[in-house]
């Protein structure tokens, strides 16, 4: 098993920037998958962003070129750079982490983006 513990999350300006951090209690280097989703109050939950073990990335349209997923192995931590921060990006983030065995969530960490 494993837990994750996002933070970073809070309220922000329209153009902003957040890092969001995703901690786990245990190494990640066997995860091939770490990502972040996120779910606006009254809409599903959306996949956000990916990074594999080997460290490529992918993004949803909708912040492809604003926001930026890491992973620091040695850490044991993924991050989410968002930048540009839009009123629609306000959202609960969590970050997902998947091994060959099993996939894991954290409790998620509330950004608002409000002027």
């Known amino acids: 098993q494993v837990q994750l513990v996002e933070s970073g999350g809070g309220l922000e300006q329209p153009g902003g920037s957040l890092r969001l951090s995703c901690a786990a209690s245990r190494s990640i280097f066997s995860f091939y998958s770490m990502a972040w989703y996120r779910q606006a109050p009254e809409k599903e939950r959306e996949w956000v962003a990916l990074?594999?073990?080997?460290?490529?990335?992918n993004y949803a349209d909708s912040v492809k070129g604003r926001f930026t997923i890491s992973r620091d192995n040695a850490k044991n931590t993924v991050y989410l750079q968002m930048n540009s921060l839009k009123p629609e990006d306000t959202a609960v983030y969590y970050c997902r982490a998947c091994s060959i065995s099993l996939c894991a969530w954290g409790q998620g960490t509330l950004v608002t983006v409000s002027s």
């Open positions: 990074v594999g073990s080997a460290g490529s990335t």
